[in-house]
């Protein structure tokens, strides 16, 4: 079995040598071709209006100059000589829960991969404390990875769906176990805007993740996440809302 990973972290993540070390307990054909930078909340952009540089560290390692969606197009057209039988993308350094799926630069490259007809999956380990920089811990994600992935290798998946896996933040004998529920929704009260202002007194601001308080539907990957299971949700790329089609169509005719 050929397995490409990537991760939207970067080439040196270190939750893609996590996920190097799941994948070898399947294979020893493993291809790895991430991006050079970390590209968190990257979602599914393709690099349009500049070049994209290939680096290669050894024979079926490389790095991306670009994004998720860049590195896996890159390894299906120009670095394996075939096509994998099976995409991992991750292991992610936090969360990609409910809404957030759109904004990940992990859970895009697995849809790359989907829309490619391969079977593809995006592992994330969830993380409590913000400001831990590489030293989340990614044990619950080290111990029950190959668990997840393994029964979702011979299954059939449907065209264009990919399986998103979330691990919760515990220490791996105090994961509760996996659950099979759908993408939950955020509030959208999101994150927080810090501001400050940089060396040349000039006014920035930037983004942070941290206090997202919601209420999870039930059933859903949050609650999963939130009950100390791992999450395991199977994502299309139909987007369409078929309930509002007829509705739709009738407004038009
Ligand atoms: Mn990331």
Redesign the pocket.
Known sequence: MRILLTN??GIHAPGLDVLERIARTFSDDIWIVAPAEEQ?GAGHSLTLSRPVRLRQFDERRFAVSGTPTDAVMMALREVMPAAPDLILSGV???ANLGDDVTYS??VSAAVEGALAGIRSIALSQVYEKEGMGDNVPFAAAEEWGARVIQPLLGLPFAPRTLVNVNFPARAPADVQGIRVVRQGFHDYARGSVVEGTDPRGYRYFWFGLHGIEHTPGHQTDLEAIQDGFVSITPLQLDLTHDASLAQLAQRFS
Do not use: H, L, V, Y
Request: aromatic share 0%.
């Open positions: 939207d972290d968190s992610n350094r936090g630069g992990t």
